[in-house]
């Protein structure tokens, strides 16, 4: 199983990049996707997660300027992100997960960092 996290780098404040996760190796839509993140230290968090029945759930912090959505015959799951802050610099971690069998896998994590 591999998660391919992608589309993190240097931005500006106000920027509005899109990360994407791909994966292989699972039946994408059994699973729950979710995005966390975890800033110079912090606490990894919960970002915004898109259930595999269509729920979705974000953080406060970020409600409002992401997106989550999912193409489950492209296997891929992406967080829209836009009027990014400095707060929102963090390493950002793709995750599926699947309750019922308790299988969870993480990606490698892509960097965003938010500056002028």
């Known amino acids: 199983v591999q998660l391919q996290a992608s589309g993190g780098g240097s931005v500006q404040p106000g920027g509005s990049p899109r990360l994407s996760c791909v994966a292989s190796?699972?039946?994408?839509?059994?699973?729950?996707v979710a995005w966390y993140r975890q800033a110079p230290g912090k606490q990894r968090e919960l970002v915004a997660n898109?259930?595999?029945?269509?729920?979705?759930n974000y953080a406060d912090s970020v409600k409002g300027r992401f997106t989550i959505s999912r193409d489950n015959a492209g296997k891929t799951g992406y967080l829209e992100m836009t009027s990014l802050k400095s707060e929102d610099t963090a390493v950002y971690h793709c995750?599926?997960?699947?309750?019922?069998?308790?299988?969870?896998?993480w990606g490698q994590g892509t960097l965003v960092t938010v500056s002028s």
């Open positions: 995750n599926v997960v699947n309750v019922v069998l308790s299988l969870e896998y």
């Open positions: 190796g699972i039946i994408f839509s059994f699973y729950d």
């Open positions: 898109f259930t595999r029945s269509g729920s979705t």
